[in-house]
């Protein structure tokens, strides 16, 4: 996939409607947004406004109704299933408000297992499981299962799994929301670290207004239409 007019992640007229029996509920409006590799945006709203919902179908994880969204310059949510779920295996990266760690592989296996499906064999994933741990400072808890590991660091693993594709773009929903202000602070300075790092682009929805003064700018969703805020 080759890039166009410098968007790793482009939305285009997007506009979601859900329906509840005879009724419609518009979620958003002709929505466009594009997002350079390199650059780290956040999307902001009320609750409900539909920040999820804009980042599942970001991510090819639901259709919009109308509109289209470009993944390193090529249209994808029409794709068949076989071809989104390639794209996103290949260049998404997704990290949850809770962790969604195996529960039953140590650190270094759920980070590998991204590589291991996409056809690595088990030591290349390994190997580079453990490269991204050591980049979010873990490489002393590489053998621990999640039970083992603080939330912190349960959260710092998923980051490192987000990124063990190497994709294009990371799409966070709430990433540190689940943690404590001193530890949300620190793992999300890691995680903007790591997305400078690696080079990619990231579209993170948070109710931290803090955490918006660190990233390049923000996106405010708000009754259905998207604006971008320099006051925050």
Do not use: W
Request: hydrophobic share 40%; glycine share 8%; proline share 4%.
């Amino acid at each position: 996939m080759s890039e166009a007019n410098g968007a790793a992640l482009r939305l285009e007229d997007v506009t979601r409607i859900y329906k509840q029996g005879a009724a419609e509920l518009l979620v958003f409006d002709r929505v466009s947004l594009a997002i350079s590799r390199g650059e780290i945006v956040a999307l902001v709203g009320p609750s409900g406004a539909g920040k999820s919902s804009l980042l599942h179908i970001a991510g090819l994880l639901e259709a919009p109704t109308s509109g289209e969204v470009f993944i390193a310059g090529k249209p994808a949510s029409k794709l068949p299933e076989r071809e989104r779920t390639q794209i996103r295996r290949d260049h998404l990266g997704f990290v949850y408000q809770a962790h969604h760690l195996l529960p039953e592989f140590t650190a270094e296996e759920n980070v590998a297992m991204p590589r291991r499906i996409a056809g690595d064999d088990r030591q290349s994933a390994l190997k580079e499981a453990r490269r991204l741990l050591g980049s979010v400072g873990l490489s002393q808890r590489l053998t621990h299962r999640p039970s083992q590991l603080s939330g912190g660091e349960q959260q710092r693993v998923a980051i490192a799994r987000a990124l063990a594709n190497r994709p294009k773009v990371l799409l966070a929903d709430e990433p540190t929301g689940n943690l404590d202000p001193h530890t949300s602070d620190g793992v999300f300075a890691m995680l903007i670290e790591m997305v400078r790092s690696e080079g990619l682009c990231a579209l993170i929805a948070t109710h931290n207004y803090d955490l918006t003064r660190k990233m390049d700018r923000t996106l405010v969703l708000n009754q259905g239409k998207l604006a971008e805020r320099a006051d925050l």
